[in-house]
């Protein structure tokens, strides 16, 4: 199946600082990427929806400008977090679909944010 | 928007027995149905999908069913190996591209020996 490939894996920062995460498609391209975030024991829960070459559809609740998401280009999806602080300690995971209906969806390998 | 249920949040089985977990959702126009396979500190693996034209799927061990009317679909592991531990998550989308998947809570399957 395709591959997404999220890096980095594990993260630590101090508090105040920013981190980016990085989501590529390794051998197809993908429109659409989407970030969730888990937290220990629970689901996925869907923050953003990115659209290559246009701006990021945020759900409900989710900082726009806490968490920025740019999308340059057809493999290549970002998520940074802005001045962060222990509460944004958590698991982000990114997947991406090959499109069309009925799409499977392909997910990274996770990463672990610990802000100290 | 949609929303999934799944239950339950916690399955113990004995090695060589049946494990089936039951999903609902809201949106009648969600036509795609996949099942994922977590284990710790990793991404979500699928496992198995359907989507609604269709009743039932079987790839060897693992089953899934869906019945549209009630808007409810399951998932069926026949013989339970240890290796089959995690957590299992259903999900649930319109299957147009550019929809998110939207994911039930998440069951924790354990298999002992």
């Known amino acids: 199946g395709a591959v997404v490939s999220q890096h980095p894996s594990r993260v630590i920062c101090k508090s105040g600082t920013s981190v980016k995460i990085e989501c590529r498609s390794l051998?197809?391209?993908?429109?659409?990427m989407f970030w969730y975030r888990q937290f220990p024991k629970q689901s996925l829960m869907l923050m953003a929806t990115?659209?290559?070459?246009?701006?990021?559809?945020?759900e409900q609740g989710v900082e726009k400008d806490k968490f920025l998401i740019n999308h340059a280009s057809l493999t290549l999806s970002t998520l940074t977090v802005t001045s962060a602080h222990p509460e944004d300690s958590s698991f982000y995971i990114c997947?991406?679909?090959?499109?069309?209906?009925?799409?499977?969806?392909?997910f990274g390998q996770g990463t672990r944010l610990t802000v100290v | 928007g949609e929303n999934v249920e799944q239950h339950p949040s916690t399955l113990s089985v004995q090695e060589g027995d049946s494990a089936v977990i039951k999903c609902t959702y809201s949106?009648?126009?969600?036509?795609?149905f996949p099942w994922y396979k977590q284990e710790l500190g990793k991404g979500p693996q699928l496992i198995i999908d359907?989507?609604?034209?269709?009743g039932e799927k079987k790839d060897q061990r693992i089953a899934v069913t869906l019945n549209k009317t009630a808007k409810h679909f399951s998932l069926h592991i026949t013989e339970t190996q240890p290796e089959d531990s995690a957590v299992y998550f259903c999900a649930a989308s319109s299957g147009q591209a550019g929809t998110a998947l939207i994911f039930g809570k998440g069951t924790t399957l354990s298999v002992s020996s």
């Open positions: 949106d009648s126009a969600s036509n795609y």
């Open positions: 051998d197809f391209q993908a429109t659409t």
């Open positions: 997947s991406a679909t090959l499109g069309g209906p009925g799409t499977e969806a392909f």
């Open positions: 359907i989507r609604s034209n269709v």
């Open positions: 990115s659209n290559e070459g246009s701006k990021a559809t945020y």
